[in-house]
């Protein structure tokens, strides 16, 4: 089983819909975040949060909201969809501990019509 | 100026060359350097870290001069299963600040 899980896989939808992106880790890891990469621009971030407490926006939060569930979930919203969120969604989770590397889910691909 | 910077490529070189990627990052207070392997369509996965005496793991080794704000990767004997994108990565103490490069597109040739 993948030590962190990404629900949907895929999904396509219609604009103005609300969509949840849900993410698990198993890696007991304190830190999570969410990007979104889109050709040519790589990883951008959305929102990180560094314990179940701790909520941060990251590069470009507006139009996304996110909840930390608990330890090991951390939600990512889009309130109203709009075409431009198209893009391919990544969960990633690291150590607490200095210098730790992030390790991602498999990622979401995310349609907008 | 992007704060990680990548020659997006693409890199083609036939099997058994050497190659080498280059990666500049402006943010002086970074720490931490990573580079990561992504296929495509699929999710970016830590190829190794970038230490400041510069390390080695099989065909890969990385090297970071943080005096010119420097990181390199270089594969040795590069094989068709190397074909990917490279996503140079540069964080700060505590990890508040990770930027990940656009990546450099490499193609390996039977």
């Known amino acids: 089983d993948a030590d962190v899980t990404q629900t949907p896989r895929n999904r396509i939808t219609k604009t103005g819909k609300r969509i949840m992106l849900e993410c698990s880790q198993t890696k007991g890891h304190d830190r999570m975040y969410w990007y979104r990469q889109d050709p040519g621009l790589g990883l951008r971030l959305i929102y990180y949060s560094f314990d179940v407490k701790d909520i941060n926006k990251g590069e470009i939060s507006d139009g996304y909201s996110v909840s930390r569930q608990a330890q090991a979930k951390f939600s990512l919203s889009l309130e109203s969809a709009i075409p431009n969120q198209t893009a391919l969604y990544f969960c990633?989770?690291?150590?607490?501990?200095?210098?730790?590397?992030?390790?991602f889910g498999d990622g979401t691909r995310l349609s907008i019509l | 100026r992007k704060e990680v910077e990548q020659d997006p490529g693409p890199f083609n070189v036939p099997e058994g060359a050497t190659v080498a990627f280059n990666c500049t990052y402006s943010n002086s207070a970074s720490q931490s350097f990573f580079w990561y392997r992504q296929d495509c369509r699929k999710e970016p996965k830590l190829l190794m870290s970038?230490?400041?005496s510069g390390n080695e793991d099989g065909r890969f080794t990385a090297q970071l001069n943080r005096a010119s704000q420097y990181i390199s990767l270089l594969i040795r004997d590069s094989k068709l299963s190397d074909s990917a994108t490279y996503l140079c990565?540069?964080?700060?103490?505590?990890?508040?600040?990770?930027?990940f490069g656009a990546g450099t597109r490499l193609f390996v040739k039977a």
């Open positions: 990565v540069a964080s700060n103490t505590g990890g508040f600040k990770t930027i």
């Open positions: 990633a989770t690291s150590d607490g501990q200095a210098n730790q590397p992030q390790h």
């Open positions: 970038v230490y400041s």
